[in-house]
């Protein structure tokens, strides 16, 4: 896996790979080769065996600011249509696509700025850990702007109207709190133990099985676009895959011959 990015830090621990925005003097806005080097990475980091579970988090003080307004937005209309196109396509797919269909979980730690195309990566994200001092918010209104691309249809289809029209008409900045009442984000904690809470909960999913947390995403994720009667069929093609996959059901076994038991929230092997 290519290790040289200009805009991104990665790291490898125990099964666990940290993924960070690596342009903290721009509150790690989103330039076009940011998305270039996380399209490329993301791609590479599915057929990753080492990496089990991934954190994806900002440099510094900040998660993201959103999208790098004097590169991303000024410069681009200089650009050739078919450089605009490539830039959009994978903007388009690492963070509605790719983030979702990665066998692997993803877990954002979020402190600082979350802004405007940062809240689609929050919510491609499996699970979301902030800070209580996170900020939130869809400014784009204030430019006389609106959020473009994927933003809108992705929040529009992930949040309530009444939460989500709140904050893109006023362009408001919305508190941790009030993300996680809202469901933008999973769980908010003290700072001082953001990085214990994140990373405990990203070891308890690097114990699990690969192919049970594989399973876990896919069905989640195709049973909100599918009709109940097709989710139930996907469903079981998953299970049955599962089944062949692992030759059997090990875990249910180990359970019933009482060798496995449910300990501390996480299933451990009883070698009394």
């Given at each position: 896996m290519t290790e040289n990015y200009q805009t991104l830090l990665v790291s490898k621990d125990a099964g666990i790979t940290t993924i960070m925005f690596n342009r903290p003097e721009k509150r790690n806005a989103?330039?076009?080769?940011?998305?270039?080097?996380?399209?490329?990475?993301?791609?590479?980091?599915?057929?990753?065996?080492?990496?089990?579970?991934?954190?994806?988090?900002?440099?510094?003080?900040?998660?993201?600011?959103?999208?790098?307004?004097?590169?991303?937005?000024?410069?681009?209309?200089?650009?050739?249509?078919?450089?605009?196109?490539?830039?959009?396509?994978?903007?388009?797919?690492?963070?509605?696509?790719?983030?979702?269909?990665?066998?692997?979980?993803?877990?954002?730690?979020?402190?600082?700025?979350?802004?405007?195309?940062?809240?689609?990566?929050?919510?491609?994200?499996?699970?979301?850990?902030?800070?209580?001092?996170?900020?939130?918010?869809?400014?784009?209104?204030?430019?006389?702007?609106?959020?473009?691309?994927?933003t809108t249809p992705i929040l529009a289809n992930y949040l309530q109207a009444k939460h989500g029209l709140y904050y893109a008409l006023s362009g408001k900045i919305m508190s941790a709190q009030d993300a996680e009442r809202i469901g933008l984000i999973s769980k908010v904690v003290a700072r001082a133990e953001l990085d214990n809470e994140v990373n405990e909960f990203a070891r308890c999913l690097a114990e699990k099985s690969p192919l049970a947390l594989k399973a876990v995403k896919e069905a989640w994720y195709l049973s909100t676009c599918t009709a109940p009667e097709a989710s139930f069929a996907i469903s079981n093609f998953i299970s049955q895959r599962i089944v062949r996959d692992q030759g059997g059901r090990p875990g249910l076994e180990q359970f019933v011959q009482k060798k496995l038991r449910p300990v501390s929230e996480t299933m451990k092997i009883d070698k009394t």
């Open positions: 989103m330039s076009p080769l940011l998305h270039r080097e996380m399209y490329q990475l993301l791609t590479e980091i599915r057929y990753d065996k080492e990496t089990r579970v991934i954190i994806l988090t900002g440099a510094g003080d900040n998660f993201c600011a959103g999208q790098d307004l004097k590169q991303y937005g000024l410069e681009m209309e200089s650009q050739p249509e078919w450089v605009k196109d490539d830039i959009r396509e994978k903007v388009r797919k690492w963070r509605t696509e790719l983030l979702r269909t990665l066998p692997q979980p993803i877990i954002a730690r979020i402190t600082g700025w979350c802004l405007g195309g940062a809240l689609t990566v929050t919510v491609g994200c499996d699970v979301a850990i902030a800070s209580d001092d996170a900020k939130f918010g869809l400014p784009e209104v204030n430019f006389g702007h609106f959020p473009a691309g994927e």
